[in-house]
């Protein structure tokens, strides 16, 4: 006779299931000792997502053997019951973030509002599990697959599919908005910006930049200048609706 567990998924961990599992228990079936972080993720859920973890009401943590009979639940963060039950420590505020391949348009969106956000294009795999280990960043991704790798402390895997939107549900996931403050990151390649004066930039602007705008910044480690043109004022856009919301 196989053994039997009850899971119960919260909130959005749901989206990890399939649909026609969604909402509701999920009794499985199993027949070997395992951790319950690995029959959660048996069953499509990865363990960055979950915050807190009960077993017939008592709060275990991913270590824990699945026993016959057990009513397991699990809760994503804003579901969770209580902050005293989280599976891992709070993260350091404002957090700090690795992104996929994939996300490079997200990556700069995060650089622009003030974030630390590190990036790179040809990041493989085991790398940005190991990043957001040793540096204790949330790996965003939209890769399944990579949030189940057990390095992975801090990570989220994003819902939406449209940049702006990303933006918004990561704002919220994380609490961004008192951390929001442009002009910090370099868009290029995450470095600091100093505010440098003009006087000393003059030569490398263009003549129509020199005239309108007085306020420069620069990267301190690739050297790239920022004023607050056009590519500002299309930002203040999303900044406007991050800040209202
Ligand atoms: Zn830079």
Sequence with gaps: MPSTATFHFAGNLNDFL?????????????????????????????????ETLQVNGVPVNFEYTVQDGDVIHAYPILAAPSVDLLLRPALAMPPRFILDQH??????????????TRYR????????????????????????????????????????????????????????????????????CNGLLDSVAKATVLDQLPADTARYYDEFYRCDRCGQLYWKGPHYQRMQGLLSRLLQE
């Design 121 to 188: 294009n040809d990041y493989h795999d085991e790398e940005l599990a190991q990043v957001s280990h040793d540096e204790g960043r949330v790996l965003l991704t939209r890769d399944v697959g990579l949030l189940k790798r057990s390095l992975v402390i801090y990570g989220y895997f994003v819902r939406a599919t449209h940049r702006e939107q990303q933006v918004l549900e990561i704002a919220d996931r994380y609490q961004l908005r008192p951390h929001i403050r442009p002009f910090r990151h370099c868009l290029n």
């Design 18 to 50: 399939p649909r026609q599992q969604r909402g509701q228990p999920i009794s499985h079936a199993f027949d070997w000792r395992a951790s319950i972080k690995d029959m959660i993720e048996s069953l499509g859920v990865p363990h960055p997502e979950i």
């Design 103 to 116: 996300l490079g348009r997200l990556a700069a969106y995060l650089r622009m509002l003030g974030l630390d």
